[in-house]
């Protein structure tokens, strides 16, 4: 009995050998990486019939799979420097698509569906989901990480072509483990893909109108660019800088408006009917384009030529009347939300812009104005200061330096005329009526200053009730209003320059001729005709009162002084 015992014990043992042989057997053989999903299928049954426990199976499964993934992300994580990012995508890319869709669906045929696994559903599904999530963490990193780089390149169609890609092959992996929300990821990637290539067209619109507003500032100091070749008026440059600003922003829009073709897998999403319509291109791209535009040209410093200030003004001005409006029309035709996912608007909104630019137009017409009536100034200023007033002889003709202050405000007439409209008159509109009364003028001038104590008296009385005259007030869009600014502040200064000085008879009258020549040829450029007369008249007075010996010219003395040659 206890032979037969002891060969029952070792028949027993080689059995228990030969299991556990068959065992290892069973597990080489699931921990081989290129294992077909019917042999994975079919080696687990053989385990769990052999009283493996299912857990370790599983185990043993993932471990083997985890192999071949870390292969793959290896290779996502370093690919050959000469593939594009179809060409990534098509092969590295797709080689852990395919591996990662392998191992979920063999895993839930093995494990998930068979019925001789004893582990519940719920556990099953959860191990599998955090599986796969650890590996598409990674995957996923790398994948935005290649994307960014992409959104630095000219090449906007393959972009989109890649993002659909990417995110089309995506989906059979997330209906197969919707659970590890791996769609939701995706869509991250691809929204946060977008808004970096926004920001790269944010910069390169920016770097154009640097570029811009540098080719402009070139042909108006030197040798004219090719773009502005030919053109001889600021009206002219002003229209193909606004042309290009624009142009460069439509050509932006059309680039990203591949994002949300019909034949792009991801444009049906929320996010692409409404924030990224609204927040993300109106806002953030166009609006954001023109506001950086107005901030740029109300910070330009007094160093730059004045003519580019009088073209930003202008291209402003543009902007505010018609050119924001427009934009933002074209982008919302182009980019339509839907009703249903229009989401609250940002700042700054349109209306809001539009008086961001009334307000830039106005800083920078004063610093225009500012600019050329300190020039202006500086040249009467100086005639006044170098000029012995109580040896002078008696008048001639009109001094030189009255003669430069006209030519130069005509000038700026013409600058300003070619892109401002003439603005209101108030006063005397018919140029026979403003010579009538630019002479009666004179002559009351001329007769008033005949110097005695009562006279002086009543041209102080004058003074305290005279309306007093705004030098640095708001400047209106027009002409005329631009012209008045810088009249106001030469004159200005000339009446300072003339209260610090002192006169004899003949260096009184030769202020009476300039001041008349002044008349004659400013009247023209002022909204208010009043306004011109008080200021000479000003003049006048304070060379009167500072003159020892006051005696005026006669008017048809002063009028044939000044009549042209």
């Known amino acids: 009995q206890s032979t037969v015992s002891s060969g029952i014990n070792a028949e027993y043992g080689d059995c228990e050998n030969t299991v556990k042989l068959l065992i290892k057997a069973l597990k080489d053989t699931l921990s081989d990486p290129n294992i077909s999903a019917a042999q994975v299928?079919?080696?687990?049954?053989?385990?769990?019939?052999?009283?493996?426990?299912?857990?370790?199976?599983?185990?043993?499964?993932?471990?083997?799979?985890?192999?071949?993934?870390?292969?793959?992300?290896?290779?996502?994580s370093d690919p050959p420097e000469d593939q594009d990012i179809?060409?990534?995508?098509?092969?590295?890319?797709?080689?852990?698509?395919?591996?990662?869709?392998?191992?979920?669906?063999t895993f839930k045929t093995a494990f998930c569906d068979n019925p001789n696994v004893v582990i519940p559903d719920n556990v099953l599904e959860e191990r599998l989901s955090e599986f796969a999530y650890l590996h598409f963490s990674a995957y996923f990193e790398h994948m935005q990480t290649r994307f960014t780089k992409e959104t630095q390149s000219p090449d906007n169609a393959l972009l989109v072509r890649g993002l659909d890609r990417f995110y089309r092959r995506l989906q059979p992996v997330h209906t197969l483990l919707p659970a590890a929300s791996l769609d939701r990821i995706a869509s991250e990637i691809v929204t946060n893909t977008i808004r970096y290539r926004i920001q790269y067209f944010s910069d390169t619109l920016h770097s154009h109108y640097s570029e811009t507003v540098s080719d402009v500032k070139q042909s108006l100091l030197v040798s004219q660019?090719?773009?502005?070749?030919?053109?001889?008026?600021?009206?002219?440059?002003?229209?193909t800088t606004k042309a290009?600003?624009?142009?460069?922003?439509?050509?932006?829009?059309?680039?990203?408006?591949?994002?949300?073709n019909t034949d792009i897998t991801f444009a049906n999403k929320p996010y692409f009917r409404g924030p990224f319509c609204v927040h993300d291109i109106k806002q953030g791209l166009v609006l954001k384009y023109v506001e950086h535009i107005l901030s740029d040209v109300a910070e330009m410093g007094d160093n730059l030529p004045p003519s580019l200030l009088l073209v930003m003004a202008r291209l402003c001005l543009d902007f505010q009347t018609n050119t924001i409006s427009y934009l933002a029309t074209l982008t919302e035709e182009m980019f339509p939300p839907d009703s249903s996912a229009v989401?609250?608007?940002?700042?700054?909104?349109?209306?809001?812009?539009?008086?961001i630019a009334g307000d830039t137009v106005q800083q920078v017409l004063t610093k225009y104005v500012n600019i050329k009536?300190?020039?202006?100034?500086?040249?009467?200023?100086?005639?006044?200061?170098?000029?012995?007033?109580?040896?002078?002889?008696?008048?001639?003709?009109?001094?030189?330096?009255?003669?430069?202050?006209?030519?130069?405000?005509?000038?700026?007439?013409?600058?300003i005329g070619a892109l401002f409209e003439e603005g209101a008159v108030r006063g005397p509109n018919s140029d026979s009526s403003r010579r009538a009364h630019s002479h009666n003028g004179s002559r009351i001038a001329s007769s008033k200053y005949k110097y005695t104590p009562s006279d002086t008296e009543s041209s102080l009385l004058n003074k305290l009730f005279n309306d007093q005259v705004e030098i640095f007030g708001n400047i209106q869009f027009t002409k005329l209003s631009i012209l008045t600014g810088v009249i106001k502040i030469g004159l200005k200064a000339f009446l300072e320059s003339v209260r610090l000085r002192t006169f004899g008879k003949y260096g009184l009258q030769q202020v009476q001729v300039d001041v008349y020549y002044l008349r004659e040829y400013l009247w023209r450029f002022v909204e208010e005709e009043r306004l011109?007369?008080?200021?000479?008249?000003?003049?006048?007075?304070?060379?009167v009162d500072r003159c020892i010996d006051p005696v005026t010219m006669e008017p048809s003395v002063i009028m044939l002084l000044c009549e042209p040659s």
């Open 225 to 239: 660019p090719p773009q502005f070749e030919g053109q001889h008026t600021l009206a002219d440059i002003m229209s």
């Open 86 to 105: 179809l060409e990534f995508l098509d092969t590295t890319g797709y080689s852990f698509l395919g591996s990662v869709s392998l191992t979920i669906s």
């Open 373 to 415: 009536g300190l020039s202006i100034s500086q040249m009467i200023h100086t005639s006044v200061k170098t000029r012995d007033w109580l040896s002078a002889v008696e008048p001639r003709n009109v001094r030189a330096a009255m003669k430069r202050v006209v030519e130069e405000i005509t000038d700026l007439d013409i600058q």
């Open 532 to 543: 011109l007369n008080f200021l000479l008249e000003e003049v006048v007075s304070s060379a």
């Open 343 to 355: 989401p609250e608007l940002l700042s700054p909104t349109v209306p809001e812009l539009a008086a």
């Open 41 to 76: 299928v079919e080696t687990t049954d053989m385990l769990i019939e052999l009283k493996v426990p299912a857990e370790d199976i599983v185990t043993l499964y993932l471990d083997t799979a985890h192999i071949t993934l870390q292969a793959d992300i290896d290779s996502v």
């Open 244 to 260: 290009s600003l624009v142009g460069k922003l439509k050509l932006v829009l059309v680039n990203v408006k591949e994002f949300i």
